[in-house]
């Protein structure tokens, strides 16, 4: 099984910044595609951006420009750096891997527990 633990949300004022980061752990034998995912109250979750094993990224309208997703292979770690915050960005965020578990282990799509991001005066 892979593991996924996020980090860094918090409460910032608009305009403000802050770097999540989402680490894997367990048998892991692949991390493919990695992503953050966000879920705000009443509303459906909703893809922030993604990126894949070579570093190719692709993100949501509503975040291009003040967001960036990156990865460190080496330590199974995704990171989503977030600037210009709004309040709109309000959520939980989640991040998610595309990974294969163990040499003979299937592949599948695991889960973070995720993290709160308030944006507020």
């Known amino acids: 099984q892979v593991q996924l633990v996020e980090s860094g949300g918090g409460l910032v004022q608009p305009g403000g910044s802050l770097r999540l980061s989402c680490a894997a752990s367990?048998?892991?034998?692949?991390?493919?595609?990695m992503a953050w995912y966000r879920q705000a109250p009443g509303k459906q979750r909703e893809l922030v951006a993604t990126?894949?094993?070579?570093?190719?990224?692709n993100y949501a309208d509503s975040v291009k420009g003040r967001f960036t997703i990156s990865r460190d292979n080496a330590k199974n770690t995704v990171y989503l750096q977030m600037n210009s915050l709004k309040p709109e960005d309000t959520a939980v965020y989640s991040c998610n891997a595309d990974a294969r578990s163990g040499v003979l282990g299937s592949r599948n799509d695991y889960w973070g527990q995720g993290t709160q991001v308030t944006v507020s005066l």
């Open positions: 990126i894949t094993t070579g570093g190719s990224t």
């Open positions: 367990g048998s892991i034998f692949a991390i493919y595609a």
